[in-house]
């Protein structure tokens, strides 16, 4: 079975920053995994909105998967044109002269209609032996959904942007990339979703798709998280991290929906009810600047809190698995969340997790950790200090978390997917 596999994210693996989010890392290894299938010719597809994603996907399909040779297509595989195009652009942009204008101007004209014109000819020959497009994230591009002997399957992440408009404002434009994926889904293709509540969502959301087109496909995290703290020291040192302290941790934008501010507020709160001494807050991620502003604009009061609040910034992929198996628990209380891929991470390195009764993330947990209503400061403590006095149950939380994460695997994830491609094509049949 010959599949077009949209890796537009893909080109995030050569940009080592808040990019290679979630997503990023679950878009990855299913097409990791599906390249494993024997049944399967892939090849990689790049969206044309970006032409100079063109390139950078055949580097990494060059770069990360030379055993496969995977070609890259997009709507005409013009990649040339597309780069003299985007070469022009970048050039007006840089003189901004009035001259240059007019000359680069005629040239975008006359290679765009070249392009278009090509493109009404050379689309379908592109696609012809093509059995199934699928995209891990991004629309359907209208054009493949038009040639109807092609199935089609998304893999849908979250309604984020429906349940919270107001942090993100610019998805009410019509070019966004979330409209267009919301105003895509049909009756006729067939969805996977990372959780029965992202399934429940997309179902009330979305009322022109049958509940049956649906199918929850769990995600999983990479087996290179487990426990481990062998070079722990070494890595807290990398990070400028004390290595004489207990630490909590959490992994996350700085985002509203992330409730970080209240899991922090709330930690100190903790440690000056308790008289603690020991223990330091660790946040990991990309955006924490001008976070702990923030958080003294939310106490209003000038109490120091640069030695009990650590930002380590972006971790580096490695570092990671060290990070969470050496954190005395993980916060993940969200307002809300798709999956919730951190609190799996955590969980497979035997690290206790407290995360909010909401969304997926009971899906994720069971009864492995403690779950607590996001909005409750008073559940937050109490979580704190339950971890904290209670050594036992810390521990035994520690050791459900690591039997319950081994449920979720990329191969389960991608048997689902498999088993249901294979099953519309012998229905075809």
């Known amino acids: ?39 399967f010719e892939i090849c990689l597809y790049c969206n044309d909105n970006f032409p100079e994603q063109v390139f950078l996907l055949n ?18 595989n013009l990649h040339d044109l597309y780069y003299k195009v985007w070469e022009i652009r970048k050039n007006y942009k840089k003189h ?12 975008m004209i006359f290679l765009w209609g070249v392009i278009k014109t090509k493109s009404i000819f050379l689309s379908g020959k592109r696609f012809q032996c093509t059995e199934v497009y699928f995209t891990p994230f991004l629309r359907v591009p209208p054009y493949i959904h038009r040639m109807k002997r092609i199935r089609k399957y998304v ?47 997309f179902i009330k959301y979305v009322d022109r798709v049958d509940a049956s087109r649906y199918e929850v496909a769990y995600l999983a995290c990479s087996e290179k998280f487990k426990q481990d703290k062998t070079h722990l020291t070494d890595i807290l040192k990398k990070y400028g991290l004390p290595t004489d302290k207990k630490y909590v941790f959490s992994l996350c934008i700085l985002d509203p929906r992330k409730n970080l501010i209240r899991a922090v507020r709330t930690f100190l709160q903790f440690i000056e009810k308790n008289h603690i001494e020991d223990m330091v807050y660790v946040l990991g991620g990309a955006q924490v600047d001008g976070f702990l502003e ?25 570092d990671l698995a060290a990070l969470y198996s050496g954190a005395e628990w993980f916060v993940y209380t969200s307002m809300y969340e798709g999956f919730g891929m951190p609190v799996l991470e955590a969980m497979k390195c035997g690290c ?26 008073t559940e937050h403590i109490a979580a704190y200090e339950k971890y904290y006095y209670d050594e036992s149950y810390r521990l035994e939380k520690a050791r459900q978390g690591m039997e319950r994460a ?12 498999t088993d249901r491609m294979m099953k519309d094509k012998k229905q075809e049949v």
């Open 406 to 417: 081994g449920l979720f695997t990329w191969k389960r994830t991608v048997d689902i997917i």
């Open 155 to 201: 893999y849908l992440h979250d309604v984020l942007p429906l349940l919270f408009p107001e942090y993100y404002p610019n998805v009410q434009k019509r070019t966004h990339w979330f409209p267009r994926l919301i105003r895509s889904l049909n009756k006729n293709d067939f969805y996977f979703t990372n959780s029965v509540s992202t399934k429940n969502d």
């Open 294 to 318: 923030l958080l003294q604009a939310e106490l209003n009061r000038d109490t120091e809190t640069d030695h009990k609040i650590l930002r380590a910034g972006y971790i580096d992929d490695d």
């Open 59 to 76: 580097k990494v399909a060059g770069q990360f998967f030379p055993e496969y040779d995977l070609s890259v297509l997009n709507y005409t």
């Open 1 to 39: 079975m010959k599949i077009v596999f949209d890796g537009t994210i893909l080109v995030n693996i050569l940009d080592k920053s808040a990019s290679r989010s979630g997503v990023f890392f679950s878009i990855y290894n299913i097409f990791q995994e599906l390249l494993k299938r024997e049944q």
């Open 352 to 377: 206790p997790v407290i995360v909010s009764n909401n969304s997926s993330l009971p899906e994720v947990v069971g009864d492995a950790g403690i779950l607590l209503n996001w909005e409750s400061d």
């Open 96 to 107: 901004k002269r009035y001259l240059s204008w007019m000359v680069e101007t005629v040239k």
